[in-house]
């Protein structure tokens, strides 16, 4: 069983609203990701880390940001909400190696109105 | 570009028997392949990863293939369960990137009826 968490797992809001997905781990991953999932489609990178006060966008353009300030906490904030945010969002890590295991936390499902 | 199809893109089934899932890539330098299984509302959750010397690689009753001179790789399922029915995800790192890159493809919805 992987020990990453992600709360809320359903989040429905309101357009404009700032809101915050958090993510942990208790592995003691240095590298982290967060995902962006739609139905039947691929994920998509939007933020990985390498650790603590590493942070970089991925392949998909978005407006989310992210912070890294403990090495067990990723949490990604969106500043102000629109429809086209609503998505499925997967948070990651994976320990050293090329060949380790890559882990997913249980997601955030996220509906803007 | 670096790219990962899956085929097909659904699939049914009947509870007890096989199926065979089928991956193709373009990803390069290649480093693993990776499955992954995907159940509604859920993270993914990782099967098998083989590297480059590695032809075969079983999980119970998951078995996966690897051809890297074809870039085809498929996974075999035995004996289907109604558990079996999820998403079936085919990963591929690239080994030239320095962020150990992963390729997502779109994956195989199996569902497995009894």
């Known amino acids: 069983e992987a020990d990453i968490y992600q709360t809320p797992r359903y989040l429905v809001i309101g357009t404009g609203k700032k809101i915050t997905l958090e993510c942990s781990q208790t592995m003691g991953h240095d590298k982290m990701y967060w995902y962006q999932q739609d139905p039947g489609m691929e994920l998509h990178l939007i933020h990985y880390?390498?650790?603590?006060?590493?942070?970089e966008k991925g392949d998909l353009s978005s407006e989310s940001t992210v912070s890294r300030i403990r090495t067990e906490h990723f949490p990604l904030t969106l500043e102000s909400a629109r429809p086209s945010h609503t998505s499925q969002y997967l948070c990651?890590?994976?320990?050293?190696?090329?060949?380790?295991?890559?882990?997913f936390g249980p997601g955030t499902r996220l509906t803007v109105l | 570009k670096n790219q990962v199809e899956q085929s097909p893109q659904s699939l049914i089934i009947l509870e007890g028997k096989n199926c065979t899932l089928q991956c193709n890539y373009t990803v390069s330098p290649f480093s693993n392949l990776r499955w992954y299984k995907q159940d509604t509302g859920r993270g993914p959750v990782s099967l098998t990863i083989?590297?480059?010397?590695?032809n075969t690689k079983s999980n119970g009753r998951y078995t996966a293939t690897l051809d890297a001179d074809t870039k085809q790789s498929s996974l075999h399922i035995t004996a289907s369960q109604l558990s079996d029915s999820a998403s079936y995800i085919c990963v591929v790192h690239d080994r030239g990137s320095t962020l150990g890159r992963l390729y997502f493809g779109r994956g195989t919805q199996l569902t497995v009826w009894p």
């Open positions: 990651a890590s994976i320990s050293q190696g090329a060949t380790a295991t890559q882990y």
């Open positions: 880390s390498y650790g603590v006060n590493s942070t």
């Open positions: 083989m590297t480059f010397s590695e």
